[in-house]
């Protein structure tokens, strides 16, 4: 069964830092990953997919990549800002094309 | 991309009562599930909805708590019954155009139980 799990599970930083943020897998046959945004009480809207044959994917300041073989995806946040402050999941498609998520990380940007 | 309108954004609600979410996406789509979010966990997976025949449960979720019906390929409902505390989450509504391709979510719905 499909484990994701996601690192940090909370960050605080200050306006204008470039961020990390780790999502790893134990099941590498995946057929996708993907990154999402989640704000309070709300939907996840999608930021970025990563096809398996994929190693990234970019989409302004967002940078996505994916190592298959060591089951582990990073998302990287370039010049952070106050808006970006929401949580982070990732999930990880494999044979039933079902998502599976991690818990998400949840980030916080201050002026 | 699909575009998915989920209702209602929110509610509260009685205990002993039922509520029925609707998701409704403006296109075809072939493949539609419905998540959990309980309070500060992840999305767990209830069921797929199989547009014209029975949903597929997870394990831990059962038809008589949680019936939903898919009578096309562009909406679906997803009814909470005998509601308890318990119950109190964020109800998603996920969607894919085929396998392996991008999953859409709609607003979601707040669930609060009292």
């Known amino acids: 069964k499909q484990e994701v799990t996601q690192i940090p599970a909370a960050l605080s930083v200050p306006e204008g830092e470039n961020l990390v943020l780790n999502c790893s897998f134990t099941d590498s046959a995946i057929y996708n990953l993907q990154w999402f945004r989640q704000d309070p009480g709300k939907g996840l809207t999608s930021l970025l997919l990563i096809q398996s044959s994929q190693r990234e994917q970019t989409s302004g300041r967002l940078n996505a990549s994916l190592d298959k073989s060591s089951g582990r995806s990073t998302l990287y946040i370039a010049a952070s800002q106050p808006g970006d402050s929401a949580t982070y999941l990732c999930?990880?498609?494999?044979?039933?094309?079902?998502?599976?998520f991690g818990r998400g990380t949840s980030l916080i940007v201050h002026p | 991309s699909a575009v998915i309108s989920q209702k209602p954004s929110r509610d509260i609600c009685q205990r002993g009562t039922s509520l029925t979410i609707q998701c409704q996406v403006d296109s075809q789509v072939t493949m539609m599930f419905w998540y959990r979010q309980q309070p500060g966990q992840s999305l767990t997976l209830i069921a797929t909805a199989n547009q014209g025949s029975e949903a597929t449960y997870e394990s831990g979720f059962v038809i008589d708590k949680f019936p939903i019906s898919r009578p096309n390929l562009t909406f679906s409902t997803l009814t909470v019954s005998n509601m308890s505390p318990e119950d109190s989450s964020i109800y998603l509504c996920?969607?894919?155009?085929?396998?392996?391709?991008?999953?859409?979510f709609g607003q979601g719905t707040r669930l609060t139980v009292v």
């Open positions: 996920n969607v894919q155009q085929g396998a392996s391709t991008e999953a859409f």
């Open positions: 999930a990880a498609s494999g044979g039933s094309y079902i998502p599976t």
